[in-house]
C-alpha cells in the first residue's frame, strides 16, 4: 500500500519533470537522483572493502551536475567548465593516491576500483537521461525508455506469481522466474509497439495540454524507413533484457554487500538505487540506439535543429 | 648491466617514436606498451580478486588502440568509429553483467571494478600521450614530460643513496628516501627550466638533422607571457610529485598482489608496468597543464592549425 502510494506521488512527478521543465532542472533533478544513487552505491561498496570513501565520491557527483546544470544556464566560463568535466578522469587517480596512507596494502587498489566505479556505473547513466532528453522530440523517446525499463515489471509480476516455476537466478534473487522475465520482455516489446504506434496522438494530446513546447509537436519519431514497429519491438527487447540485468547486478551488490535495501528513502520502495537499477543498465544503451536510429542509412544525416 | 644495456637500446628508438613516426605509428606503439601494461595490471589484480578477467580487458584495450590507429590513416567510417569509442563507457557494465555468473556476490562487484580500473589507470594516460603528440609542438612537450619523469630517478638515485636517511614509505618502498624524493622533485625541475631556456635551439639542431617535420621548427614554446622558466619549473614540481606517487601506487598494487615486478619482459627492468607507472600518473596532468597554458588569458586563444 505504502508502495502504491509512493508511486502514485512520484509518477506525475517525474512526467511533468520529463515534459515541461527546462533542461537546466531536469539536469539537477537526474543530479538529485544521481547524488543519492552514488551515496548509497558507496555504501554498499563499502561493505566490500571497509576504506572506500562515501564522502568524496557523493561530492564529486554533486559537483559534476551542479556544474552542468548551471553551465546551461550561463554563458561563458567555457574552459573552466572544461576544466571541471575532466574531474571524471582525474578521480581514479585521486583515489589510488589516497590508498597509500593505508595499512593493508590489498585495500588501496580495492577501496580505488570500488570508489571509481560510481562513474561509469551511477553518473554516466544518468548522463545519458539528459543526453536521451536533448535529442530532437527528446521527452518521447525519455518516456519511451521508462516504459521499456518499467512497463514489463508489471507483466513480470502477475505472469511471475501465478505461471512462475523455473527460477531465474535463485543466489541472486530467490523470487524471479524464467517465466517472469520472458513476459517482462514481451510486455515492454508490446507496450513499446503501442507507443510508437499512437505516438503522433500522443503528440498531439499532450501538445493540446500544453504539456509539451510548442515545436516538439510532430509526427514522425522514428526516421527509420518502414518497419517502424518491428524496430521499435525490438528495441524494446534488447532494452528490456538489460534493464533486468541491471536489476540483477544491483541485488547481486546488495547480496555481496549483505543487505536487503540499499537504502530507505521512499516508504516502501527500499532505496534510490533499487528505484533506478535497471535504468542504469537501460539508459546509456537507449542513447546509444537513439542515437544510432538517427544515423544508419539510408538516410544517414545527423539531426541539425 | 642488463638494466643500462636495455635502456641503451630503448632510448634512442623511443626517441626516435616520438620525434619522426607518423601519428598512427605513434598511436600503435602506445597501443602495444597499453596492452602489455593492462595484461600485467590485470594479472596484478587477479591476485586481489581471482575472478578478474584478464583476456577480455586486455582485448578491448588492443581493439581501442587499432581503432585509433586506423582511423588516423582511413577516412570515413565515422559513426562506426563513434560506436567504438563508446565501449570504454559499455565495458564496466558487461564486467558487471559477467559477475552474475559467479558463486560468490561479493566478486561480482570487486572482479567488475577491478577489471573496469584498468581503463582509466592505463589507456586514458597512454591515449593522453597521443593527445600530448597532436598539440602543436607536441614532440617537444613528450620530451619535456619524459624529462620530468624520469631525469628525477638519476637525482634521486644519487642522492638517496648517499645523503638518503628519513625513509619515505617504507611499508610500500622500502628504499625511497625523503632526501631522494625531494631530490628527484628539483633536478626534474633543473632539468626542465634547461629543456625549456635551450628549446629554440635543440629544435634547431634536430631540424638540420632531419629528426623533425620542417614546420616544427620555430622557437615560441610556451604561450605564457614572461616567466618562462618559472612556469617551467613550477609545471615539473607538480608533474614529478605525481610521478612519484604514480610510482608509490603502483609499489603499493604489487604488494597487495603479493609480487615484485610487474612482469618479466624487458631484461632487468621488471615489467612494463614498473617502466611506466609514473607516466601513468604524470600524462594525465601534463596533457591537462600542456592545454591549459594555451588557453590561459591574456592570449586566451586556443591553437588552430
Keep these: 500500500m505504502k508502495r502504491i502510494l509512493t508511486a502514485v506521488v512520484l509518477i506525475p512527478l517525474v512526467l511533468l519533470v520529463v515534459f515541461k521543465a527546462p533542461l537546466w532542472l531536469f539536469t539537477a533533478v537526474c543530479g538529485l537522483f544521481a547524488v543519492l544513487a552514488a551515496s548509497e552505491y558507496l555504501s554498499l561498496a563499502k561493505n566490500h572493502d571497509p576504506n572506500v570513501a562515501r564522502w568524496p565520491g557523493t561530492l564529486l557527483v554533486a559537483f559534476l551536475f551542479a556544474t552542468l546544470a548551471l553551465s546551461l544556464q550561463i554563458v561563458g566560463g567555457d574552459w573552466l567548465v572544461g576544466v571541471i568535466f575532466c574531474l571524471p578522469f582525474i578521480y581514479p587517480?585521486?583515489?589510488?593516491?589516497?590508498?597509500?596512507?593505508?595499512?593493508?596494502?590489498?585495500?588501496?587498489?580495492?577501496?580505488?576500483?570500488?570508489?571509481?566505479?560510481?562513474?561509469?556505473?551511477?553518473?554516466?547513466?544518468?548522463?545519458?537521461?539528459?543526453?536521451?532528453?536533448?535529442?530532437?522530440?527528446?521527452?518521447?523517446?525519455?518516456?519511451?525508455?521508462?516504459?521499456?525499463?518499467?512497463?514489463?515489471?508489471?507483466?513480470?509480476?502477475?505472469?511471475?506469481?501465478?505461471?512462475?516455476?523455473?527460477?531465474?537466478?535463485?543466489?541472486?534473487?530467490?523470487?524471479?522466474?524464467?517465466?517472469?522475465?520472458?513476459?517482462?520482455?514481451?510486455?515492454?516489446?508490446?507496450?513499446?509497439?503501442?507507443?510508437?504506434?499512437?505516438?503522433?496522438?500522443?503528440?498531439?494530446?499532450?501538445?493540446?495540454?500544453?504539456?509539451?513546447?510548442?515545436?516538439?509537436?510532430?509526427?514522425?519519431?522514428?526516421?527509420?524507413?518502414?518497419?517502424?514497429?518491428?524496430?521499435?519491438?525490438?528495441?524494446?527487447?534488447?532494452?528490456?533484457?538489460?534493464?533486468?540485468?541491471g536489476d540483477l547486478v544491483e541485488s547481486v551488490i546488495k547480496r555481496g554487500a549483505g543487505v536487503k535495501d540499499s537504502g530507505s528513502l521512499l516508504p516502501g520502495h527500499g532505496g534510490i538505487l533499487d528505484r533506478i537499477d535497471a535504468l542504469l543498465f537501460a539508459a546509456p544503451a537507449a542513447l546509444l540506439l537513439f542515437s544510432l536510429i538517427r544515423w544508419v542509412p539510408p538516410s544517414a544525416t545527423r539531426y541539425i535543429d
Design 93 to 245: 587517480f585521486f583515489l589510488l593516491a589516497m590508498g597509500l596512507r593505508l595499512s593493508e596494502p590489498k585495500s588501496a587498489l580495492l577501496s580505488a576500483s570500488l570508489g571509481s566505479l560510481v562513474l561509469p556505473y551511477i553518473v554516466f547513466p544518468l548522463a545519458a537521461l539528459i543526453g536521451i532528453r536533448e535529442l530532437r522530440h527528446g521527452w518521447f523517446y525519455l518516456l519511451w525508455l521508462f516504459a521499456m525499463v518499467w512497463s514489463g515489471d508489471i507483466f513480470a509480476y502477475y505472469v511471475g506469481k501465478n505461471f512462475g516455476k523455473r527460477l531465474l537466478a535463485p543466489r541472486i534473487s530467490p523470487k524471479k522466474t524464467w517465466e517472469g522475465t520472458i513476459a517482462s520482455v514481451l510486455g515492454a516489446a508490446l507496450v513499446s509497439v503501442l507507443l510508437v504506434y499512437f505516438a503522433p496522438r500522443i503528440s498531439s494530446s499532450l501538445g493540446s495540454l500544453h504539456l509539451l513546447p510548442g515545436r516538439e509537436v510532430t509526427p514522425s519519431f522514428l526516421p527509420v524507413e518502414g518497419d517502424h514497429l518491428l524496430v521499435a519491438a525490438a528495441i524494446a527487447i534488447l532494452i528490456n533484457i538489460l534493464a533486468q540485468i
